[in-house]
Structures are given as C-alpha cells and as structure tokens.
C-alpha cells in the first residue's frame, strides 16, 4: 500500500496510512456484524444481556477483542441504551426488551491492534412516529457530519455539519430535537478514545485540519427534550434528565482525496 503523507503538526487529526486505513476496516466491519447480529436478535422478552453475549460472540469468533469489556472497568461488550437512556447503559439479565422499545446499542472490537466504534438505533417492533423520527434525525446528523470529512476541513466544520444536520431534520420532522450536552465523537485508532474530542455542535472553522488518513468516530446523540443528562447510579448508564427518549448513531470515518470513507461497514 502507499504511505499517506503525513503533516508534520500538531494541528492536523492524526493520520493513517492506507494500510492502517484498510485495517481499521477490517475492524469496523467486526463491529459491523455484531451490531446487525444483535438487531437482528432483538425482539420482545430478549434480555439485553442476552444481546451482550451475542455482540461478544461475533467479535470473538472473528479473532477479535471487545473494545469496551473492562474499559475503565465497564463489564460488558456493548452499551444498550433503552428509550430515556442516552449512552453507556450496562446490559442486564433483568432487563428484557418490549414492543415499542427504542434501543440504542453501541459497539466496539480491536482487530490486530486497531479499533472500531459504532453505534445503531432501532425500535423493537414498531415505533411511535415520534421515536421514528428520533432516530431518523440523529442518523440524518451522523450522516452531514461524515459528509464533511474532506481534505482541509476543520474539526468544528465536522461540528457544525451535525448541529446544521440536525436542524434540518427539525424543519424535516417540523419539531424540536435536543442535541446532548457535553458527549460527542472522538479520535480513534491504535485507542478507541483519543483526541481530539468532536461536539455535536459548534462554529465552523476552528480546530485541527482533516488531512488524507484523519480519522474520527462521528456520534451525535438526540433527544425528545432536554439537552441535560444525568448518571445512574451504577456510575455509567446515562440518561435524559427529564425522562424523554434519546438515539445514538455513530460510525468509524476517515478522510480520504476520494471523500469520506466509513470504517464501520459490513465487509
């Protein structure tokens, strides 16, 4: 593979050759498959420990390690985050899935020592207009915010994309979406968490350059209300401070001459 060239600075997201590139790959398509073997197998009655161990079981068949399984001390492989929870909800045997649920599951494997991150939302069965709408609307955002992964951009344009993502979605769904307050996208790479850290919002312009090789985990997280969260407390699970239904959509992206290229697709 041809190198990318790096730039020397400190105000560029660090970069990755092709071949790092193609191995982040290939461990964005083992979270990939956890996530879709998981949606697959969620369903009323199913606990979501049940669906832990299913997430687990894929990245360990495919020769990798769960990102998340021991990270400061979390004990599972997936965050599920069921309706008011915004993030890092920590599966239970206890908590079984029920028509209507929205579940946000996020997910991360290590591959020969790279990382993938992502995270999905769906209903179990169907859902009410307003939680479709959720959840169509903070993909909508991930999805502005991947689109200006490009050469010569700036972090905070990543930022604004998504804000700007979200408000389009607000004059598409015609209601108001809350964009979480003080989580947002990261660095990833030989680290599932590095810098620099991504708002959901921002101005535009400011920040480290994108550069061919900048990579990004890109997560914005709605709600139905309040901006504001609140921790359980098991001191992980995250969720909405007035009680209200949150989504979560994230994906593994990468700069390229090309335009943005995701890491966390099915192969």
């Keep these: ?28 398509a083992v979270v990939a498959r956890a996530l879709a073997a998981v949606r697959e197998a969620a369903a009323p009655g199913v606990s979501t420990l049940a669906l832990d161990e299913i997430a687990e079981a894929v990245i360990r068949d495919a020769g990798a390690v769960p990102s998340f399984l021991g990270y400061h001390g979390f004990p599972a492989s997936i965050c599920a985050s069921v309706n008011d929870r915004v993030v890092h909800g920590i599966p239970s045997g206890s908590e079984t899935l029920a028509p209507g649920d929205l579940v946000s599951i996020d997910c991360g494997a290590i591959l020969d020592g790279w990382h993938g991150d992502s995270a999905i939302t769906f209903g179990v069965g169907s859902l009410i207009p307003a939680d479709e709408n959720l959840s169509a609307a903070t993909r909508q955002s991930m999805e502005a915010g991947i689109a200006a992964m490009v050469p010569g951009n700036r972090l905070t344009d990543v930022s604004h994309a998504i804000e700007s993502g979200t408000y389009a979605a607000e004059e598409r769904f015609d209601r108001r979406f809350g964009i979480v307050e003080g989580y947002g996208g990261h660095g990833i790479g030989r680290q599932m968490h590095m810098d620099p850290f991504l708002p959901n919002e921002g101005t535009p312009g400011r920040g480290p350059i994108l550069a061919p090789g900048s990579v990004l985990a890109i997560e914005p997280m709605l709600t139905l209300g309040t901006v504001k969260t609140r921790v359980l407390d098991d001191e992980w699970t995250v969720v909405t401070a007035d009680g209200t239904r949150a989504a979560h959509w994230e994906h593994t992206v990468a700069v390229t001459d090309d335009g943005p290229r995701i890491l966390t697709l099915l192969a």
């Excluded at 730039?7 to 191995?23: F, H, I, N």
Aim: hydrophobic residues 45%.
């Design 1 to 28: 593979m041809v190198s990318v060239p790096r730039l020397r600075s400190r105000k560029v997201v660090p970069q990755r050759s092709d071949g790092e590139l193609d191995a982040m790959a290939a461990a964005g």
